[in-house]
């Protein structure tokens, strides 16, 4: 390079610039960069070039100024221009960076400015440049670069790095614009940027004595490297104690929870806080934790000029022994810990002063009146000053002015304190700029769905002011169709702007899901026990934004057929109609319910327990329409009519479905054959921003079911019904807090009482998930007709023996028995805190409860016939048409936590779960049906030998009705693990 110099007159700089790739590979690699000389040299001169230093005439010609000539010489020129040494850059490439050409004159600051732009492009190590004459032309140069690739990196190695994921790295990389990447050129600024990107994000994860040493090896036969991040993580340092000094106006505990990123992780009690395991030391966030932790805190409550000083660091080693996990006070900590203190001066407690609002431009005069304006000011003169509702003023203006098309609209707070007072006298500037009309709304990405279907979400129209709250709700609109993947204004909204004329356009960008989908699914689920079911439905059929539906399950419980269409936008206007026709059966086992809940096989007693199938089938229409246009609130009316019968299999079943009053019912058991009409009309109000994943809004759903009357039928029935949700993000802000509220009323009308598959009953994965299906309902009893068998000696006549003849006698018993008749009022709370995990899964912690029972006991009586026919039989007993119920079950509370595991899988579009529940309000108590009684007419006892009724008869009734009464164990399951698709709410 120096010989090079010489000829070319190239300055000492120019040479350094030259030799920085190789000194800086020295640099970063010391230790391969010697075997890279000696195993790859330079490349050698072409043949015939000259070795060593030449005579000047053979390249450029000497420094020296050539000897006097009374005639002069012709002007040199450049002959050709050779490029050798390059593989993987095309000649044209480098030919196109070079300035020089050949039958250009030889001009010597032309070629070095050729060189620095072949350097400047980092594609190369190591650069040669030559000169020669022309062989053929005395006056003709040969310019040849030698030229040495840099080698590309095929592989990235990280080896010790345990702390974080290649994908963080790379995501890291990325952030900061590395450029280090798999088949990127070797370059050593860049693997030295790298090391320092990698340092630093294992200090993140408080890994600060960390060590990173990047070698890499020569892949033989091949310009190429494997480079290799040699990575020791060293101890993990934790946050250690943190001290606050000169605080007087809030306590440390409340200043140590205010820094969110370095307070331990804590239970928090009333008088302390439980800490369970310390947070990762991080000094980034340590400083964050100064300025919007602790300074953001004072500044809240008045305290402006608080001074936060910089923080005292101590770190020290741990080696507590103890149980191995993050266990308080009895845990094992090893590692480092870095203490840290805080001092603060608090200053002096300001208060708001005068509020002055102004326009940035004195000559233009503000949109709306000052007095407006000072009205929305949250601060009030002579309340305590506080940083937060300054900014959240400021916001609020902004949105103010945003709905008014001034999308560029900015304040400029201006404090003016006034020390010997303690005020702040607060100006804002506002910087109103230009007001935007929309001129064009386009869309990307919607290659099915039409454009119509978009705009009419769209609450903007093109040739509108520009309205910023409008917008928000049409982008909530849009993800509420479920159409494309979440849509986020920040992220899929490209605003052109035409600051001359004031117009605005916007690109919404979209992606569109899949929408059509089938299925084939099967599993267990506490509804519809084990299952297998096919399922099709496109939620946007021929991109018209209709939803065609078919599903069809069977399972040893249930078996399901539905088919559906629903047409958003009737006559391109926003009414919502639909239909769908649908069978089903439902069939249920009390005995094996219970034996699916406790693990093992049981045995219960059939007359006892309700076992019944429920067939079936019908068709609905609804349709609906918003109060206003592009409003979150409709208004619906749904027909239904279904017929449906319930065939019992067992004692009580068949008690419950007769005996209750269902007059004009048809078939043996009173229910086959029902038939009924019903007219629902509804009210929905749903800001919710996702049918399945909702992070945020507020849902309320009002209706009441008419059932019977004018409409037909041979039902009778009343159901009004009130459900509530809200959602909304939490700390932090990935995470959702949600709640629900489902209250529910039903009664018969008409001289008829409301049937059983109107009746509600709780419990299950959709309601309180601790307890299993249709197990939370009131119990009452029965009254019903048995026979008993009693047997006497009769003294009247005697046998072969001289003996008293054994006889029987059969005599009527009036017996109870316990059934489960449902509720007509229901109360149910759901509340939800999930927390995303990683992909599609979820994790949920859960609170349910709910109360569920009879408030017309009159709606639960025996059919007058059956009342008369028990009256006739037993006229010695005060028998109630009321049925009783049992102690405790009506309107008895039911609550349980837990938590839940949500996997969404694409493919099935359904939330696959899993639950484990605790039950912390249960039903336990040991029932006693009622005492019976029994009836023997004077005829009957006429009919007895004298003294055998007193001394026999009355004896054995005593004693089959005193132990006869049965008596039932009913304990609700205290812990629940189930799996199942479906969400509660």
């Known amino acids: 390079m120096r010989a090079l110099a010489k000829f070319l007159t190239i300055p000492e700089g120019m040479l350094r610039v030259a030799a920085s790739a190789t000194l800086l590979l020295l640099f970063v690699f010391p230790d391969a960069a010697v075997s890279q000389s000696a195993e790859h040299p330079a490349v050698p001169p072409a043949a015939g070039s000259p070795v060593g230093p030449q005579p000047a005439e053979t390249l450029l010609g000497s420094q020296q100024s050539p000897p006097a000539s009374s005639t002069q010489e012709p002007a040199l020129v450049i002959e050709q221009i050779e490029i050798r040494g390059n593989r993987r850059i095309p000649r044209a490439t480098i030919q196109a960076r070079l300035f020089s050409r050949a039958g250009d004159p ?63 790295v790379l995501e890291r990389f990325k952030e900061r614009k590395v450029g280090l990447s798999v088949e990127s050129p070797f370059d050593p600024t860049r693997i030295k940027r790298a090391e320092v990107v990698l340092r630093e994000l294992l200090g993140e994860r408080g890994r600060q004595f960390a060590t990173v040493k990047p070698t890499y090896e020569r892949i033989q036969a091949t310009n190429a490297v494997r480079l290799i991040f040699n990575i020791d993580e060293g101890p993990k340092v934790k946050v250690g104690r943190i001290e606050i000094e000169g605080n007087t106006v809030f306590s440390d505990r409340k200043i140590i929870r205010a820094m969110r990123h370095s307070r331990p992780v804590a239970i928090p009690m009333w008088l302390f806080d439980l800490n369970l395991w310390s947070k990762t030391y991080d000094r980034r966030k340590l400083n964050e934790d100064l300025e919007i932790g602790i300074r953001s805190l004072y500044q809240d409550h008045g305290y402006f000029r608080v001074l936060v000083k910089e923080p005292r660091i101590e770190t020290a080693d741990i080696n507590r022994p103890g149980l191995p996990g993050p266990w308080p006070l009895i845990g094992r900590k090893r590692g480092k810990r870095t203490n840290i203190t805080i001092g603060i001066e608090e200053g002096d407690l300001f208060r708001m002063g005068e509020l002055f609002i102004r326009s940035s431009n004195p000559d233009q005069p503000l949109r709306f009146r000052v007095d407006v304006l000072r009205n929305a000011f949250p601060l009030k003169k002579g309340d305590v000053f506080s940083v937060e509702k300054v900014r959240k003023a400021l916001k609020d203006y902004q949105q103010l002015y945003s709905t008014f098309g001034f999308i560029d609209f900015t304040t400029e707070p201006l404090f003016d304190i006034d020390a010997e007072n303690k005020l702040i006298n607060l100006t804002l500037q506002f910087d109103e700029q230009k007001q935007f009309f929309v001129r064009r709304i386009e869309f990307q990405g919607n290659t099915t769905t039409r454009d119509k279907v978009i705009r009419r979400e769209i609450l903007l129209d093109e040739g509108d002011m520009f309205d910023s709250r409008k917008w928000e709700i049409s982008i909530l609109r849009l993800n509420q169709l479920d159409y494309f993947e979440p849509i986020k204004a920040e992220e899929h909204v490209e605003m052109k702007r035409n600051q001359k004329e004031g117009t605005l356009d916007l690109l919404l960008k979209v992606k569109e899901k899949g929408k059509q989908s089938i299925g084939l699914t099967g599993g267990v689920s506490g509804i519809a026990g084990s299952f297998v079911g096919i399922s099709y439905q496109t939620n946007n059929f021929l991109g018209l934004g209709e939803t065609l539906s078919f599903a069809a399950d069977f399972g040893d419980r249930q078996r399901n057929f539905l088919f559906g269409f629903t047409e958003p936008y009737l006559f391109d206007r926003p009414i919502s109609v639909g239909f769908t026709i649908f069978s089903s059966r439902f069939s249920f086992d009390q005995a094996r319910e219970t034996a699916l809940l406790i693990g093992r096989p049981i045995q219960l007693d059939p007359n006892l327990t309700q076992n019944f199938d429920q067939n079936r089938s019908g068709f609905t229409v609804f349709a609906s329409y918003p109060l206003r246009r592009f409003a979150f609130s409709r208004v619906g009316l749904t027909y239904s009519y279904s017929t449906s019968d319930i065939t019992p299999f067992s004692q009580a079943s068949r008690l419950i479905f007769e005996n209750l009053q269902f007059r004009g019912f048809a078939g043996p058991s009173a229910l086959r054959g029902i038939r009924s009409s019903r007219l629902v009309p509804t009210f929905a109000y749903n800001t919710i921003d996702h049918p399945i994943n909702p992070t945020r809004g507020t849902s309320l759903f009002l209706s009441t079911s008419v059932e019977g009357g004018l409409l ?261 399951p205290l812990r629940t693990f189930r799996f199942t698709v479906s969400r509660t709410f």
Do not use: C, M
């Open 106 to 168: 030889y001009n010597e600051d032309a070629l070095r400015r050729d060189f620095r732009a072949l350097w400047n492009t980092q594609f190369f190590e190591d650069i040669r440049l030559e000169v020669e004459p022309s062989p053929n032309n005395p006056n003709g140069r040969i310019v040849i670069f030698y030229l040495q690739e840099r080698p590309i990196i095929r592989r990235i190695e990280y080896q010790g790095l345990k702390s974080v994921t290649e994908s963080d």
């Open 712 to 972: 037909g039928g041979n039902v009778k029935a009343l159901t009004q019904l009130v459900e509530f949700k809200h959602f909304r993000p939490a700390r932090p802000a990935r995470n959702t807090f949600g709640f629900r509220l489902l209250t529910a009323f039903a009664t018969g009308f008409g001289g008829q009482v409301l049937p059983p598959f109107n009746r509600f009953f709780l419990g299950g994965e959709d309601s309180v998930r601790g307890f299993d299906i249709f197990n939370i309902t009131p119990l009452a009893f029965i009254p019903v007709q048995t026979e008993t068998q009693l047997f006497f000696f009769d003294p009247t006549q005697l046998d072969g023996s001289g003996n008293p003849r054994l006889r029987f006698l059969n005599v009527p018993l009036l017996d109870f028995s316990t059934t489960f008749p449902g509720g007509d009022a229901q109360v149910v709370a759901n509340v939800e805190y999930r927390i995303p995990l990683v992909g599609p899964l979820s994790l949920s912690l859960f609170f349910d409860a709910g109360l569920n029972g009879i408030l017309r006991r009159d709606q639960l009586t025996l059919t007058p016939e059956g009342l008369a026919r028990l009256r006739s039989q037993f006229p010695n007993t005060n028998l109630s048409e009321r049925l009783a119920l049992a102690p405790g079950s009506n309107f008895r509370l039911r609550t349980s936590t837990g938590i839940e595991l949500v996997i969404q899988l694409p493919v099935v579009n359904a939330p696959f779960r899993f639950y484990w529940a605790y039950n912390l309000n249960r039903y336990r108590r040991v029932i006693f049906e009622p005492r019976g009684d029994f009836f023997l007419s004077e005829e009957l006892r006429n009919s007895l030998p004298p003294g055998v009724l007193d001394s026999q008869i009355l004896p054995q009734l005593n004693n089959l009705l005193g132990i006869g009464a049965t008596r039932i164990n009913f304990f609700e």
